[in-house]
């Protein structure tokens, strides 16, 4: 006899409606699912630092909402100018990393949804 495996792909609606289902509620389309807030992915900052850097990649996505390169920039300044040069930024959507940074000074969030930022301090 014969064993047959059979494959099968789930799509986001159908693992969607799963979780729905679940939930008793239904679940806005991925699309539409975006965060209001800032979410850090990864932070290995002082608090008291990390406060002061959130809050400022806050007002630059506020002041420049459709320019990365603005926000890029914004930063870089403000992080030279407070906490010593030598700082890096990266803005924008669907980008990939790999850096070497100094120890307590990297921050990953993502801002309004998709769009994500990292700073880093290197010698």
């Known amino acids: 006899m014969q064993n047959v495996l059979q494959q099968r792909k789930i799509s986001h609606d159908e693992s969607d409606n799963a979780v729905a289902s679940h939930l008793k509620r239904p679940l806005l389309p991925l699309s539409?699912?975006?965060?209001?807030?800032?979410?850090?992915?990864?932070?290995?900052?002082?608090?008291?630092?990390?406060?002061?850097?959130l809050e400022a990649c806050v007002t630059a996505y506020d002041k420049f909402p459709n320019n990365n390169e603005q926000i890029?920039?914004?930063?870089?300044?403000?992080?030279?100018?407070?906490?010593?040069?030598?700082?890096?930024?990266?803005?924008?959507?669907?980008?990939?990393?790999?850096?070497?940074?100094?120890?307590?000074?990297?921050?990953?969030?993502?801002?309004?949804?998709?769009?994500?930022?990292i700073l880093w301090k290197c010698t």
């Not at 010593?84 to 930024?89: F, K």
């Not at 850096?99 to 307590?104: D, F, P, R, V, W």
Request: proline share 1%; net charge negative.
């Open 32 to 53: 539409r699912r975006q965060h209001n807030y800032p979410l850090i992915q990864h932070c290995d900052m002082s608090d008291e630092m990390k406060t002061e850097v």
């Open 72 to 117: 890029a920039r914004f930063l870089k300044e403000l992080m030279d100018k407070n906490f010593g040069n030598n700082w890096h930024v990266t803005v924008g959507e669907g980008f990939a990393f790999d850096i070497t940074h100094e120890t307590k000074n990297l921050m990953y969030i993502f801002i309004g949804g998709n769009m994500a930022m």
